[in-house]
């Protein structure tokens, strides 16, 4: 069996771009997406799996970058809330603010990175979300320090990724 | 995290010449959380997602066959799953959160390992972690700990919500390794800690599992995945029941019943099948398969109020299936 300590090639569909680095196999995709390419609307939270900060969406569904390794997924496809939006679009800031705005001031919104991206990703039209969309995803996503509105979880399963965060 | 050999092999024949101190990556939400904690130092990690073991089919036996690389949500929202094994979809979907269920795989969830603090605490002493150094968890805080299964050496519980399901369907897993393919019964699967906690379940060397066949048993309509945990998303359970009954005339003609986070392993009394057959439900009888669910129960300083939960959530779930899976966890079942 080949295995390698060396760098290996990542190699990524970035929002869109194509990305291609030799990368050590310990690198994690949560680093590679904030350190090489800027893309800070991917947290660290917990680190490990627990609180959703460091969503993004790989091929199409949202998963935990901070415990995929960067290596492990070739020729993936991710993609941050970057993508919905241009740089210094206002809109981005707007609907976070929405988002926080409706939780109240009693949360610790680590959950608003994933919540956020998942919302983007549910617009069919890959336009940004209409404020009746946003507040209906308000209403369906969990949280899990139980700070913001919550429903049964349903519509998780209903969307066309598995799930919302 | 510590350097290791990394590669991605894409047949089965490259995977089983693993070398030593190799661990296989799945989805890897167990295996890299644990070799970011330093628990898990692996030479060689080894991708098997290449592998083509992702299919989810009908059985000719009427059963189900599930890919060991199937993820956790596409296993929950297949239709064969969906239909026909209800209370498997609503065991996977009342564990993780949506992310996590989106890259764990079948084949992970059955070999994910214990959730024990000390466990994952590398400044600690562990038997599993370092055969013979102990156990910190005894005589310490041990509220999510077993009390069923446990030994003078471990005591720390198994955390999947799948394998509850399995054992109450009686699913078999399918195995490979360098000695060809061979199937053991998901009961058999796991090891009681006894001596040697280290050694959790009955994989050879360089064995992996390749897939889960569930019989043509379904418990299609009363069944019930009741999980007591203390948050909705990304809490492991306190004590979770899985129960299936095939209900005839208001008589229970077939039922199983298995526990989940208050055990060593996936928890099954065969002799409960016994109890149920041919029984109308009623207080008394649920009682009394509790108490037999429960025999060998022994709880530490810290787990006790678990040991007094138990009994009434196992009554709860069977009552709760007796009148049809009522939507009290998110569920495959539901519109
Ligand atoms: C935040 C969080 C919350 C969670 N909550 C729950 C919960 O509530 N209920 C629950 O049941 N689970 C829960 N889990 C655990 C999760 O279900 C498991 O981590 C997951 O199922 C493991 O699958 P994986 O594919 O990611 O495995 P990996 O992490 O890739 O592997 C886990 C282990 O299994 C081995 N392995 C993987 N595939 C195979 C194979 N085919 N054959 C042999 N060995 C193999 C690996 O070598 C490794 O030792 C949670 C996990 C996280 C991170
Ligand atoms: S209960 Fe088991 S896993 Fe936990 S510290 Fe003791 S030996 Fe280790
Ligand atoms: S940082 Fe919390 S889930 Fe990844
Ligand atoms: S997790 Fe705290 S606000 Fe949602």
Not at chain 2, 149 to 176: E, I, Q
Not at chain 2, 181 to 201: F, K, M, S
Not at chain 2, 252 to 275: C, F, K, Q
Request: glycine share 10%; aromatic share 4%.
């Amino acid at each position: 069996m080949n295995a390698t300590r060396n760098a290996c090639t990542c190699s990524l569909k970035v929002n869109g771009a194509l990305f291609r680095k030799d990368v050590p196999p310990t690198v994690i995709l949560l680093d590679l997406l904030r350190e090489c390419l800027g893309l800070t609307s991917v947290t660290q939270g917990c680190d490990h799996g627990h609180c959703g900060a460091c969503t993004a969406l790989l091929d199409g569904v949202p998963v935990q970058s901070c415990l995929v390794l960067a290596i492990s997924v070739p020729d993936a496809e991710v993609v941050t809330a970057e993508a919905f939006f241009p740089p210094g679009s206002g809109l981005l800031h707007h609907i976070r603010q929405r988002l926080l705005t409706a939780a109240g001031p009693q949360v610790c919104s680590a959950c608003l990175p994933a919540r956020l991206l998942c919302l983007l990703a549910q617009a069919t039209d890959g336009q940004p979300p209409s404020p009746a969309e946003i507040e209906a995803f308000i209403h369906a996503s969990p949280c899990l320090c139980g700070g913001q509105a919550r429903e049964e979880p349903v519509s998780m399963s209903r969307s066309r990724h598995e799930g919302v965060a | 995290m510590r350097a290791f050999a990394y590669s991605r092999p894409v047949t089965l024949g490259a995977v089983v010449q693993a070398p030593p101190c190799s661990r296989y990556l799945a989805g890897g939400t167990n295996l890299i959380d644990l070799m970011k904690a330093d628990v898990e130092q692996p030479e060689y990690v080894i991708n098997i997602k290449a592998l083509p073991l992702g299919d989810i089919r009908p059985l000719p036996d009427g059963g189900g066959g599930l890919g060991a690389l199937a993820t956790n949500a596409r296993t929950a929202a297949h239709p064969l799953v969906r239909a026909r094994y209800p209370l498997l979809a609503a065991a996977i979907l009342a564990g993780g959160s949506p992310q996590v269920r989106n890259m764990a795989t079948n084949g992970g969830n059955i070999n994910q390992r214990t959730r024990c603090h000390y466990f994952y605490d590398i400044g600690t002493v562990c038997n599993k972690r370092e055969p013979g150094a102990g156990c910190a968890a005894i005589g310490a805080r041990n509220r999510v700990h077993a009390l069923l299964g446990t030994s003078p050496d471990c005591m720390a519980a198994f955390p999947s919500d799948m394998c509850v399901a399995l054992a109450a369907l009686d699913a078999r897993v399918n195995l490979f390794g360098p000695g060809g393919a061979r199937q053991v019964r998901i009961r058999d699967y796991h090891c009681l800690p006894g001596r040697t906690p280290w050694v959790e379940n009955v994989l050879r060397r360089n064995e992996l599992v390749v897939g889960i066949d569930l019989p043509p048993v379904s418990f299609g309509s009363h069944y019930t995945y009741l999980k007591i945990r203390e948050s909705r998303t990304c809490a492991f359970a306190i004590i979770s029941v899985a129960v299936g009954l095939e209900m005839e005339g208001g008589v229970i003609r077939h039922g199983r019943v298995a526990l989940g986070g208050v055990a060593t392993r996936p928890w099954y009394v065969p002799a409960v099948e016994d109890m149920l057959r041919g029984r109308s439900p009623s207080a008394t009888l649920f009682h009394d398969v509790a108490r037999l669910l429960l025999h060998g129960a022994v709880h530490d300083q810290g787990n006790a109020d678990r040991l007094a939960l138990a009994p009434r959530v196992i009554q709860r779930a069977l009552w709760q299936a007796v009148t049809g899976s009522p939507p009290c966890q998110p569920c495959a079942g539901m519109p």
